[in-house]
């Protein structure tokens, strides 16, 4: 008795854990052990890994080289103190040193570290500085970018993203003091933004207006305040943000990246001008860069762990890579898919499968079929209906008609492309394993679309009638489309070489000749009339 008080406790107590652990994060379990009438069974569920502050595992370069203050040692002053100039910035002293890892240091006992450039000496060519953060790993923005600039924050920026590793970059936002001023684009908000159209990037001057360099230190990259259109203010119904992800062509990607860049353009001015007798007040410090973020897993692994120096997913549902991006060896029966978040609140986990025979001999189809067959004397499991334009026992091959795209892997959907010969160029619809296709006589190129030299297209190729070189129309003649020569009136044959006026004929009395085949026509007739009879 006292025993099942007990269990019933300690069962109510796990439900209540796991109610509280669902209501903390959606989307944190990746399976878990559900008891059926047939024993204990798996159950398997979309997950994500939890947001993590990505600032301690990005890596920062900064450039130009030389931009970073203390080499050789200087002054400088604040916009507040401009003619107190006694701060020095020098980075062989480790107390006087602005390196850039201060940008990403988790500061104790209340003491800001910072980054710092040189000052703006150069005025009036402008004081530029770029700031790369790379993970090699490819992450989703769960909270706002947060950036902490010391001594004001600067006039002029632009945050880029990239997707591939820094290959390819776009601009996420612009940041002005005057938008129209240095980007031509028209000061917006965030809240100025709808759901149709919360993934456009703007220019805000939120944040790049003289407000003191102590009141307000941050500039953001508001995250919040666009998935709250989903949302709502206070983010309580993520459930129709995690819908929008999976119906929205683009959303989820706009949260995504894998690098991110500042491009600082211009510093805090203090006022409006430039003030060129002290130009030591103007420079760039950077205390801190928080970037909440998740590991993009696929919402197949709800673990996401440092491993030889990377990010690295810790994939369930029988995937693998970097992002949970393929099926496992092994398990390719369907193609990868990513998980979805839908139907709330568990989601579809969209696992890669491994498929058994009956025979029970593992059935490798590359993903191009799910079905196999076992061929008694043969002894062999063979896949059956193999799509994607494959054929073969483990749809290995490229049906006929089609050939291997060198740059897919076996299981991709798009590994056989179509030979695509044309019909009227060649043999037949065949290629060979790099797309060529075999050609008639005087076709040429990979596709039999061509002709070679010497030949015309017309419904195919044709050895040319007339050229400019060795087969030359005669006696005035022109040659249209090497096809046939145009010849002038009294001329005639294939190249115009025969004159019209052949030697004792009357070439001038136009009726003669229309005579003498009427003639000609009345005699065979009378003498067939005479066979007849
Ligand atoms: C910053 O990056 C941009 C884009 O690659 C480049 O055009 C620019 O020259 C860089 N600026 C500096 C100061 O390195
Ligand atoms: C990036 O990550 C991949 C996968 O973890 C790894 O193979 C590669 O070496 C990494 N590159 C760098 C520069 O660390
Ligand atoms: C977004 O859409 C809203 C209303 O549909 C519009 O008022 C706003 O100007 C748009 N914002 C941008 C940046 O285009
Ligand atoms: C992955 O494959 C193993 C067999 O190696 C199986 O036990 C497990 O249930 C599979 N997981 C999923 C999510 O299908
Ligand atoms: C070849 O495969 C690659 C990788 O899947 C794909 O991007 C490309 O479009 C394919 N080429 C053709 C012609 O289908
Ligand atoms: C296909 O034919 C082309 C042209 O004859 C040739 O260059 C190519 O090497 C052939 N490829 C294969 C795989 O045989
Ligand atoms: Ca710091």
Redesign the pocket.
């Known amino acids: 008795m006292l025993l099942r008080a007990a269990l019933l406790l300690l069962l109510l107590l796990l439900l209540l854990l796991h109610c509280w652990a669902s209501a903390l994060g959606q989307y944190n379990m990746c399976k878990s052990l559900v008891s059926t009438d047939e024993g204990s069974v798996w159950e398997h569920y979309a997950c994500q890994p939890s947001p993590a502050s990505m600032k301690d595992y990005m890596r920062i370069k900064v450039d130009p080289h030389g931009i970073t203050c203390g080499n050789p040692p200087e002054r400088f002053c604040t916009l507040e103190n401009p003619y107190l100039c006694s701060d020095e910035c020098d980075a062989s002293n480790p107390d006087l040193a602005h390196p850039p890892q201060l940008m990403q240091d988790r500061e104790r006992n209340g003491l800001i570290t910072y980054w710092q450039t040189v000052t703006w000496g150069r005025h009036p060519e402008p004081l530029l500085a770029n700031i790369t953060m790379s993970w090699?790993?490819s992450l989703e923005l769960t909270d706002d970018i947060q950036i902490t600039f010391e001594y004001g924050r600067p006039t002029i920026m632009v945050l880029d993203k990239s997707m591939d590793h820094g290959r390819s970059w776009q601009p996420y936002q612009f940041y002005a003091d005057d938008c129209q001023d240095a980007f031509n684009m028209q000061p917006k908000r965030v809240r100025d933004l709808s759901p149709t159209n919360l993934t456009r990037v703007i220019c805000t001057e939120q944040y790049s207006r003289w407000v003191g360099s102590k009141n307000d230190k941050n500039v953001k990259f508001e995250v919040r305040e666009r998935f709250a259109l989903f949302a709502g203010p206070r983010l309580q119904n993520m459930d129709n943000l995690y819908t929008r992800m999976e119906s929205m062509k683009g959303l989820r990607d706009f949260f995504t990246f894998t690098n991110l860049r500042m491009r600082l353009l211009r510093p805090a001015l203090g006022g409006t001008y430039v003030q060129r007798d002290n130009l030591l007040k103007y420079f760039y410090a950077i205390s801190n860069i928080e970037v909440p973020a998740r590991c993009k897993c696929n919402l197949h692994a709800s673990q996401c762990l440092l491993t030889?120096?990377?990010l690295?997913c810790q994939c369930e549902h029988n995937t693998t890579g970097?992002d949970c991006q393929r099926c496992k060896k092994g398990f390719k029966a369907k193609s990868w898919k990513a998980g979805s978040y839908l139907p709330a609140p568990t989601g579809t986990p969209n696992t890669c499968t491994y498929f058994v025979a009956h025979s029970n001999k593992n059935c490798e189809c590359y993903g191009h079929s799910n079905r196999c067959s076992y061929i008694d004397y043969l002894n062999i499991v063979t896949c059956v209906s193999c799509k994607h334009n494959t054929r073969g026992q483990n749809c290995q091959h490229c049906r006929l008609g089609y050939f291997r795209n060198a740059s897919a892997e076996l299981d991709d959907e798009n590994v056989c492309i179509e030979c695509n010969c044309n019909q009227l160029g060649s043999i037949h619809d065949r290629c060979n394993g790099t797309g060529f296709c075999q050609c008639k006589d005087g076709a040429a190129g990979a596709k039999c679309d061509d002709c070679l030299p010497g030949y015309y297209w017309k419904q195919g190729c044709y050895p040319n009638v007339c050229d400019e070189e060795m087969l030359l129309c005669q006696n005035g003649g022109t040659c249209y489309m090497n096809q046939k020569c145009v010849c002038s009136p009294e001329f005639k044959g294939v190249l115009c070489q025969q004159s019209r006026c052949e030697a004792g004929k009357d070439c001038n009395g136009a009726s003669s000749p229309r005579l003498s085949a009427a003639a000609l026509l009345l005699c065979t007739l009378s003498y067939l009339l005479a066979t007849l009879c």
């Open positions: 090699n790993k030889e120096g990377n690295q970097q």
